[in-house]
């Protein structure tokens, strides 16, 4: 059973980098099946996608947080991992790591999530 | 980037009664192999979210059959036959057939 597991600071300075890490376990991050993503949840509010990474490093980003956020992929890890600069309150959120699956099973979307992990940016 | 528009936002509904939450895309979310990659999740008071639907109409994996999706092009909609109490959360679409994706603002489905 495939489990996503969230870490990082949960609490992070405004201007400062925000930077969660996701480690997948009872499977391997390298299957070309799969990618994976970050989505987050402000207090309240709506899901947002954030950003995925392919096992290959390939990557993709909302436009809104291109110039801000880095994903990135170990596989000798098994992780990929998020990072924000230049943190602000509107980053404050729960983040979810998750996997995108495209074959087996042939869903093209997000079938297993992590719990999440609150990020809380202060001044 | 494609903009998803999820209404109504909120929707009062009684216990074994139906309920319907419609999707529209800025653009149509059919891909160049065919396929439309609409999926709707659901999410529940303190957990994270739950695939639901994929491909527009594919139940997934448990999911109840009082569950069904439809649509076409730009224009998608949940259905839920008979509303249970374990029903009540808040549901997304979302559109994967176009980098970046992206979901709906959400519809919080709550028992009168």
């Known amino acids: 059973q495939l489990q996503l597991q969230e870490s990082g600071p949960g609490l992070v300075k405004a201007s400062e980098t925000l930077s969660l890490t996701c480690t997948v376990s009872?499977?391997?991050?390298?299957?070309?099946?799969?990618?994976w993503g970050w989505i987050r949840q402000a207090p309240g509010k709506g899901l947002e996608w954030i950003a995925v990474?392919?096992?290959?490093?390939?990557?993709y980003y909302k436009s809104s947080l291109r110039s801000r956020a880095t994903i990135s992929v170990d596989t000798s890890e098994n992780q990929f991992s998020l990072r924000l600069s230049s943190a602000t309150a509107a980053d404050t959120a729960v983040y979810y790591c998750?996997?995108?699956?495209?074959?087996?099973?042939?869903?093209?979307?997000?079938?297993?999530w992590g719990r999440g992990t609150m990020v809380t940016v202060s001044s | 980037d494609i903009v998803m528009t999820q209404t109504p936002l909120s929707s009062p509904v009684t216990l074994g009664q139906p309920a319907s939450i419609s999707c529209r895309s800025s653009?149509?979310?059919?891909?160049?192999?065919?396929?439309?990659?609409l999926s709707w999740l659901q999410q529940r008071p303190g957990q994270p979210p739950r695939l639901l639907i994929y491909?527009?109409?594919n139940r997934f994996s448990g999911v109840p059959d009082r569950f069904s999706g439809s649509g076409a092009g730009t224009d998608f909609t949940l259905k839920i036959s008979r509303v249970e109490a374990e029903d009540v959360g808040v549901y997304y679409c979302m559109q994967a057939t176009q980098f970046p994706h992206s979901f709906g603002q959400g519809t919080k489905l709550e028992i009168k």
């Open positions: 653009q149509s979310l059919v891909h160049i192999d065919g396929n439309t990659y």
């Open positions: 998750a996997r995108h699956s495209d074959f087996a099973p042939d869903v093209d979307s997000f079938d297993i």
């Open positions: 990474i392919f096992h290959t490093g390939s990557a």
């Open positions: 491909k527009i109409s």
């Open positions: 009872g499977g391997s991050i390298r299957s070309s099946n799969y990618y």
